[in-house]
């Protein structure tokens, strides 16, 4: 469904509801408290939207969320495309308190020239890379290169794909530090799923 929406504008539709009730969730009260971040994935469409700035700053002004909980994910891929217009899109949001992170770090050619242009907060190492970190020392020096990045330029790390405890233990030796996601700690699930288990949660306060 993804790479047929991606290939005509109904992914800007379906990015820009997702943005809607991302805006509407950071504006509970709990969120706000317990400064807890949402990520939300950014195609590279939505993203070169003339008015994608203005439309988001509209929405936190709207829902009364904190731009400072929310991150944006976004490629390589779009990053290199019209770098130029990106950095001001980007810088511009940044400016509001909105965090970037750059995805599947790893698999462009190009990163490093960019990285110390642009307002990237947090790198997410590729799941390529960390499947067989544990097993493969060509991966496992690549996974040690990225975090000696992301420390140089003092950001967070996620690494995606976690599948399996020797990949979580490979991990946790070499970066204690880090935020890992993926199938070993949960898969994904429905928002009414996961907001009705917060809801005891919520209601302590």
């Not at 904190?66 to 770098?83: A, K, Y």
């Not at 496992?140 to 690494?159: K, N, P, Q, T, Y």
Request: glycine share 6%; proline share 4%; aromatic share 8%.
């Amino acid at each position: 469904f993804i790479p047929v929406a991606e290939g005509s504008d109904l992914i800007v539709l379906l990015g820009r509801w997702v943005l809607e009730q991302s805006c509407r969730l950071l504006a509970r009260p709990w969120f706000a408290q317990q400064r807890v971040r949402l990520s939300v994935n950014l195609s590279a469409r939505q993203f070169r939207q003339p008015d994608f700035v203005e439309e988001l700053r509209q929405m936190l002004a709207c829902s009364g969320a904190d731009p400072r909980l929310l991150t944006l994910e976004v490629t390589e891929g779009l990053v290199i495309d019209d770098f130029d217009d990106v950095v001001a899109k980007m810088r511009a949001l940044a400016a509001l308190g909105v965090e970037f992170s750059l995805d599947d770090f790893g698999t462009g050619y190009s990163s490093l020239a960019y990285l110390k242009r642009l307002p990237i907060r947090e790198l997410k190492i590729d799941r390529s890379f960390v499947r067989d970190a544990s097993n493969n020392a060509d991966d496992g020096a690549l996974v040690e290169a990225i975090l000696s990045v992301a420390r140089h330029f003092g950001m967070r790390v996620v690494a995606e794909g976690v599948e399996t405890q020797a990949q979580a233990d490979f991990l946790v030796a070499h970066a204690p530090a880090i935020v890992y996601q993926g199938f070993l700690f949960s898969r994904p699930e429905p928002a009414a799923d996961w907001l009705a288990r917060l809801a005891p949660v919520e209601a302590l306060g």
